[in-house]
Each structure stands twice: as C-alpha cells, then as structure tokens.
C-alpha cells in the first residue's frame, strides 16, 4: 500500500485528502456553559438500567511492507472510528483490540493488543507499529484470524456488537500445513455472533475473490480501498486549541489506591504523555473530541481516579489511607484535600465545555469542506459507516450522522 489513504479502510476513518487551513483568524470561544459534543448528534441516550450497550471492535491489520500508508493513517484516525462507533443512540461503552500480522520468517506472525476501553494505551502500542517483512505474496491471514476470533477476550453480553476488520493487500497461505484454515476460524466467529468485515488495500484479484469469500463466510461486508484513496480527511483552524486544551483537561486526573491501582495507572499516565508528545495535533483533537463524549469518560479516566469517583459518589475521601491518596494530596488536611479537588474538578467541567464548544464549530467546518465534494456520500468511509449501521442496528444500536473525521 502506498499512500495515507487508509484509515478509512481502517473503518470509518476518513483518509487522504487533507484541506490546508491558514493559521488564527477565529475569534476566542464564549465561556457559557455548552451542552457536551455527543450533542452534536442526537441527544444522547442511556438504557433506563443504566447500563450501556457495548461495541467491540479489532482490526486485525496486515504490517508487512506494503502497508506502510496504511499504518500511518491508522495512527492518524483512531479517534475518528472512536467518535464514529461512540455516535450510536444509545450512546455505547467502546471497546478497541489490534491483531498485526506479518507471515512467517518475518520479526513476529501475530501481535495481539487486547480489547480495552483505555484508547489511550491502544494508540501507544499502535504508535509503534511500522511496516516491514513480507514480499512474497500470501500472509498469515489465517494465523490473523485465528488469533482476532480466538486470542481476544470477547465478552459474553449477547447484546454487544462485534466485529473484526480484516485490512490487507494479500491472501492468506492455504499452503502452511499447521495452521487453522479460515473458513474454520470464520465458522467459529459466527457461532460466537462475531462478524468479520474485509477492507482490501489495492486491487489484486487473488485479494479480492478471497475477501469476498471470507466477508460472505462471516455475514460482513466487504470493501475496497484504491491506491490514490477514496475518503477526505479535514484538517481544521481549531484543532491546535483543541490539543491544547485536551492536555490540560488530562493533567486534572488525580489516581488513588493499593500499590497494584496505581501501577497501572502510571502506565495510563505514560501512554497520555507519549501520544501528547508524538501524535499529530489533528489526531490530538479528534481525541479531545472523543473523550468529552459519554463514550470517551472511561478513556479520560479510567479506573481508580478521585476526581471522577468522588463526583459520582464511588469513594469517601476521608476514608483513603494516606498511601492509597495521590502524592500531590499527601501530607494535606482532609479539607485542604477537598478543596484541591473540588479545584481540579470545577476546572475539569470548564474545559469540558470548552472543547465541546470548539468540536461544535468543527464539525461545522468540517461540513462545509465536504459539502464542497459531489462524492463524499460515495466515499469509502460512507460506504463503510452505511454497513456498520446496518449490522449494529440488529443490537439495538441507531446511527443517524456521518462518519466523524
């Protein structure tokens, strides 16, 4: 694969064509409290038991050296597919894995990033993802499969929407003697409600017959991604605030608990400084986006954290012992302890509303960018969100904007 033409094919991004924007000009955003960005949309909507519906979603993602375009695009749109898959009424908990292959011979067959709320630490691990290995053809698209079907941890709800999206440009090796055959895997799939989607990357004919035949064997769809690219990725004036204010709404997170509770939260910690370091600033912002969404809250948070378990009643400040508190709450007063939080929470809502007011005025430009465009609703991404919303719709799940860029 050549060019960034991918996270479209990468599902429900939006790829390629990037609209240049000059610098400043937009006048500062009021202050008044705004409703949050799931409003852009339908209102959002929460099951009367409180519980949200899940979607699971694994790409299982060819890394050889062909799809170098594609792995940059990837890093690229995550938070688009994010803010796509969290646009469904009722709004649903988001779940992301990535299977990358290569074949064998090559530094790995198959790499497994378990399915998890926490983006922030899938996008990490997909940071470092490069291309190389392959050349000979075929892949280990039936190692892939095994692994996204069988190696994931899929929950058991049976009102979840699962998928796999199988992206590459070569089939599979049917010639390895020891390995599981793909109509196998895709019979298990199915019998688990799994469904498998297939986004080809160029047009090799081999490619194509047996992505159609896997698509079909698995109830999914299947797609096409062509080598100049078939989607529109707006870059837009307001990005640059909205990382901005996306790393500070990060640094009000404040994690308590046992030794093991906060060990994982400092890899959390570590996975946020590290896209906010080397991701790009669009990507930064369709992460803003994403997390004041009610979809994004586990992603902001996580689990463990004061400011956010104090506000919904989970847990009694009084009642931590002073190794379990944050080290910069140690060593205050029970009040003084207050005070801080109640601080970083008062700031925490205010950025919240001034994100959400930035992502309003951003999707209305990014609209009139792609009202520009004849084709845009024949566009792979529209193609894409078109069968997502079919398939989900049989969970209970109505998606009634666009695919988010």
């Known amino acids: 694969m050549k060019t960034k033409l991918l996270v479209s094919a990468l599902l429900l991004a939006t790829a390629v064509v990037v609209y240049a924007y000059p610098k400043g000009g937009r006048a500062p955003v009021a202050p008044a409290p705004v409703a949050p960005v799931a409003a852009i949309g339908p209102p959002a909507t929460i099951p009367a038991n409180g519980q949200r519906p899940l979607v699971e979603v694994v790409f299982a993602l060819d890394t050889t050296g062909s799809m170098g375009g594609l792995i940059d695009a990837a890093k690229e749109n995550i938070w688009s597919i994010a803010r796509t898959m969290a646009s469904a009424q009722p709004q649903p908990e988001i779940r992301v894995g990535l299977v990358a292959f290569r074949d064998r011979g090559d530094d790995y067959l198959t790499r497994v990033i378990p399915l998890s709320d926490d ?51 070569a089939p599979a090796h ?31 004919s081999e490619t194509r017959e047996e992505w159609l035949q896997i698509a079909a064997l698995a109830q999914g769809a299947h797609f096409r991604v062509g080598q100049q ?60 986006a994403f997390n004041v969404s009610a979809s994004g809250a586990r992603n902001l948070a996580g689990d463990h954290e004061l400011v956010e378990d104090l506000a919904q009643g989970r847990v009694d400040l009084a009642g931590l012992e002073e190794q379990e508190l944050p080290p910069a709450l140690q060593g205050l007063s029970t009040e003084d302890r207050r005070n801080r939080v109640d601080e970083l929470h008062g700031k925490r809502e205010a950025l919240k509303r001034d994100i959400a007011a930035l992502s309003v005025q951003r999707e209305k430009y990014i609209e009139g960018e792609l009202a520009k465009d004849a084709d845009v609703a024949q566009s792979l991404d529209h193609q894409i969100f078109r069968a997502v919303r079919e398939q989900a719709a049989k969970k209970g799940l109505e998606y009634h904007s666009a695919p988010a860029h």
Do not use: C
């Open 119 to 169: 983006l922030d630490s899938v996008y990490a691990q997909l940071m470092d993802f490069q291309a190389a290995g392959g050349g000979d053809g075929p892949e280990a698209v039936n190692d892939a499969l095994h692994a996204a079907v069988h190696e994931i941890q899929w929950s058991r709800e049976p009102g979840a929407y699962q998928v796999v999206f199988l992206v590459g440009d």
């Open 174 to 204: 049917m010639d390895y003697p020891d390995d599981v055959k793909y109509p196998e895997t895709i019979k298990a799939a199915v019998a688990r409600g799994i469904i498998v989607n297939t986004i080809q990357a160029g047009d090799a």
């Open 229 to 288: 690219g078939d989607a529109v990725a707006v870059a837009t004036p307001f990005d640059a605030d909205m990382a901005k204010l996306s790393k500070e709404l990060d640094e009000t997170r404040l994690y308590y608990g046992d030794r093991e509770a906060q060990a994982r939260a400092a890899g959390k910690l570590a996975a946020t400084d590290k896209l906010n370091e080397a991701a790009s600033t669009a990507s930064l912002a369709r992460r803003a």
